[in-house]
């Protein structure tokens, strides 16, 4: 079974840095994504930035990009989201999923098309 566990969560103060990981097992094949996506309290839960593991190809969410670089060590499925100019909106519950890349690659979480396999969670708080 394919299994997900993040980590790296903390508190930090507006404009500081944070880096989470993400190591990820199970898949008996490379053509699949890893994301991480994140929640507030009562909003929706957004994609962040997602890496495609056989091509290599990352993307990222407008209100992140210049500020957060997601990357991969390839020694172990692992991956990790380096967080800069952290904002105090920054401040959720974050999440690392894997699955196919096309479920990966989504703006917010829906019903229909959304990755199967989460990890549970790490909180970030930006404050000072």
């Known amino acids: 079974e394919v299994q997900v566990v993040e980590s790296g969560g903390g508190l930090v103060q507006p404009g500081g840095s944070l880096t989470l990981s993400c190591a990820v097992s199970?898949?008996?094949?490379?053509?699949?994504?890893i994301g991480w996506f994140r929640q507030a309290p009562g909003k929706e839960r957004e994609g962040v930035a997602c890496?495609?593991?056989?091509?290599?190809?990352?993307y990222y969410a407008n209100s992140v990009k210049g500020r957060f670089h997601i990357s991969r060590d390839n020694a172990q499925n692992t991956v990790y989201l380096q967080m800069n100019s952290l904002k105090p909106e920054d401040t959720a519950v974050y999440y690392c999923a894997a699955d196919e890349m096309a479920r990966i690659r989504v703006p917010t979480v829906v019903p229909h098309n959304s990755p199967r396999n989460w990890g549970q969670g790490t909180q970030v708080t930006v404050s000072s």
């Open positions: 890496l495609s593991i056989r091509h290599g190809s990352t």
């Open positions: 199970g898949f008996t094949f490379d053509d699949y994504g």
